[in-house]
């Protein structure tokens, strides 16, 4: 939503200062211009990437027209999740949770918090590394190097369509000039025409330069932008998952551990400590 707000306040900005100042806005339309600028980088963005890079970024452009899932609620039913597991674990001993470890879609603990559980790769993460704690062949130093390890992975695999669309938006000014350039080079064809014919030529030409930096800064680049935000906020799910099963790990009781937990959330999404108890109980009663 806030994306095609965006949009507009961009496009009526600008097209509408344009227009107040007396511009004629059916001179902006060169619906050629844009099939050489977009064509372009569209042939350069194929040429440039590979198939898994090309599928992620297409994947990844309709998230952008979302609001962020991560929100207060979904932290919370984390937190409350793992530290009913780690209660389970302290009260019923580490084999208790096999169960759960290996079907988490029938366990009745991860039933309870279906939004955890619709995010397979977080549910895939918590449970991989519960299975080791099950295992009890590793210390608490190497499974926190294997979980940075596999959180910067993830964060590499996201920044892939980030960086495909920075490059894309970088590269749109260049292709703006080079249909600017081809316009010109029209208009020197023609320069025989008297000049208001050579006046409008010469417009249709410089239409070229300016839709070329309006898509790269007004509707391009800010996707990039966008998309790392959310990719940062995908990340520190895992960072809660990581802080939390660590401290349970070192000898932390439940409450303690999701407290470590809480605090590696961003303030905006960070419930209190009282208010995160008392959802906890509530949880529990269900």
Same mark, same amino acid.
């Given at each position: 939503?806030?994306v095609?707000?965006?949009?507009?306040?961009?496009?009526g900005?600008?097209?509408?200062g344009?227009?107040?100042?007396?511009?004629h806005?059916g001179?902006?339309?060169?619906?050629?211009?844009?099939?050489?600028?977009?064509?372009g980088? #569209?042939? &350069?963005?194929?040429?440039?990437?590979? @198939?898994?890079?090309?599928?992620?970024? /297409?994947?990844?452009i309709?998230s952008? +027209?979302?609001?962020?899932?991560?929100?207060?609620?979904?932290?919370?039913?984390?937190?409350?999740?793992?530290?009913?597991?780690?209660g389970?674990?302290?009260?019923d001993?580490?084999?208790?949770?096999?169960n759960?470890?290996?079907?988490p879609?029938?366990?009745a #603990?991860? &039933?309870?918090?279906?939004k955890?559980? @619709?995010d397979k790769h977080l549910?895939e /993460?918590?449970?991989?590394?519960?299975? +080791?704690m099950?295992?009890?062949?590793m210390?608490a130093?190497?499974?926190?190097?294997l979980m940075d390890?596999e959180i910067?992975t993830?964060h590499?695999?996201?920044?892939?369509?980030?960086?495909?669309?920075?490059?894309?938006?970088?590269?749109?000014?260049?292709?703006g000039?080079i249909?600017?350039?081809m316009?010109?080079?029209?208009?020197m064809?023609?320069?025989?025409l008297?000049?208001?014919?050579l006046?409008?030529?010469?417009?249709h030409?410089l239409v070229?330069?300016?839709?070329?930096i309006?898509?790269a800064?007004?509707?391009v680049?800010?996707?990039s932008g966008?998309?790392e935000q959310?990719?940062e906020e995908?990340?520190?799910?895992?960072?809660?998952?990581?802080?939390?099963?660590?401290a349970?790990?070192n000898g932390y009781?439940?409450?303690?551990?999701?407290?470590?937990g809480?605090?590696?959330l961003?303030?905006?999404e960070?419930?209190?400590?009282?208010?995160?108890?008392?959802?906890?109980?509530?949880?529990k009663?269900r």
């Amino acid at each position: 939503m806030f994306v095609i707000i965006g949009y507009l306040v961009v496009l009526g900005s600008i097209f509408g200062g344009y227009a107040l100042a007396g511009g004629h806005l059916g001179a902006l339309w060169q619906p050629l211009e844009v099939l050489m600028i977009g064509g372009g980088a #569209l042939g &350069a963005f194929v040429v440039g990437n590979n @198939a898994k890079a090309l599928k992620a970024t /297409f994947k990844a452009i309709p998230s952008t +027209l979302k609001g962020s899932r991560f929100t207060k609620s979904l932290y919370m039913d984390l937190l409350s999740l793992l530290y009913e597991i780690l209660g389970k674990i302290r009260k019923d001993g580490m084999m208790s949770i096999e169960n759960d470890v290996e079907n988490p879609e029938d366990s009745a #603990l991860f &039933a309870k918090y279906p939004k955890v559980l @619709a995010d397979k790769h977080l549910v895939e /993460f918590i449970t991989d590394y519960l299975r +080791l704690m099950v295992s009890g062949n590793m210390d608490a130093f190497q499974i926190e190097n294997l979980m940075d390890n596999e959180i910067e992975t993830h964060h590499m695999e996201g920044h892939v369509p980030v960086h495909c669309i920075a490059r894309v938006g970088d590269a749109l000014p260049a292709f703006g000039i080079i249909a600017a350039v081809m316009g010109v080079v029209h208009t020197m064809e023609n320069v025989a025409l008297p000049p208001a014919e050579l006046g409008i030529l010469i417009a249709h030409a410089l239409v070229g330069t300016f839709l070329g930096i309006l898509l790269a800064y007004g509707f391009v680049t800010p996707l990039s932008g966008l998309l790392e935000q959310k990719l940062e906020e995908s990340t520190k799910m895992y960072q809660t998952v990581k802080v939390t099963l660590l401290a349970s790990l070192n000898g932390y009781a439940p409450a303690i551990a999701v407290e470590f937990g809480r605090k590696v959330l961003y303030s905006s999404e960070r419930p209190g400590f009282n208010e995160l108890e008392d959802f906890v109980k509530q949880a529990k009663s269900r």
